[in-house]
T-cell receptor, first 115, second 112 residues
């Protein structure tokens, strides 16, 4: 059973550029969620994808967007990067069933630095 | 919005001591999760709690889901050097996106 894998591990971008982060979910999981973790803070929910559609969104602007693919992998896209977007971006996969959500597992994250 | 208050923010203890940390909220959660995060890594799940009043152990770790559904605690017994890290509580509501709401974290430092 493979865990959640994210790529790249580190990235440096210039303000105003666009970035795409990738995530492969854990085998058997059907849902992918993305979180932003600023230095010294707990992770903040960005959005979740279930059945290839956005299934809830946190307090993030529309320039944060995502995709989920048929194999349950996912992308996070951020347009018009700002300095405050510098953070650790975490992907988490889980198995959502009628009774609840199980096995919420995080990847190691992508460290994005915007200069 | 939903917020979790996690305390203490940091702890400095001697190896072998017991540790206790807790999270409280003004909102009700259906699930409480406790994670540990090492530098440069993602959070790793330690214990998941699914029922109010549930008390669950994982080795030297013990966690409880409060009866009111608004709080949880984590205890670590006989701390060892590898317990060093940041511990996060997270609450989950089983509606909509079933997102996790995280506390601010407790940084644990152990003096050998």
């Amino acid at each position: 059973e493979t865990g959640v894998t994210q790529s790249p591990t580190h990235l440096i971008k210039t303000r105003g550029q666009q970035v795409t982060l990738r995530c492969s979910s854990q085998s058997g999981h059907n849902t992918v969620s993305w979180y932003q973790q600023a230095l010294g803070q707990g992770p903040q929910f960005i959005f979740q994808y279930y059945r290839e559609e956005e299934n809830g969104r946190g307090n993030f602007p529309p320039r944060f967007s995502g995709l989920q693919f048929p194999n349950y992998s996912s992308e996070l896209n951020v347009n018009a990067l700002e300095l405050d977007d510098s953070a650790l971006y975490l992907c988490a996969s889980s198995l959502v069933l009628p009774g609840g959500s199980y096995g919420y597992t995080f990847g190691s994250g992508t460290r994005l630095t915007v200069v | 919005g939903q917020q979790l208050n996690q305390s203490p923010q940091s702890m400095f203890i001697q190896e072998g001591e017991d540790v206790s940390m807790n999270c409280t909220s003004s909102s009700i959660f259906n699930t409480w999760l406790w994670y540990k995060q090492d530098p440069g890594e993602g959070p790793v799940l330690l214990i998941a709690l699914y029922k109010a009043g549930e008390l669950t152990s994982n080795g030297r770790l013990t966690a409880q889901f409060g009866i009111t559904r608004k709080d949880s605690f984590l205890n670590i017994s006989a701390s060892i050097p590898s317990d060093v890290g940041i511990y996060f509580c997270a609450g989950q509501v089983l509606q909509g996106a079933q997102k996790l709401v995280f506390g601010q974290g407790t940084r644990l430092t152990i003096n050998p």
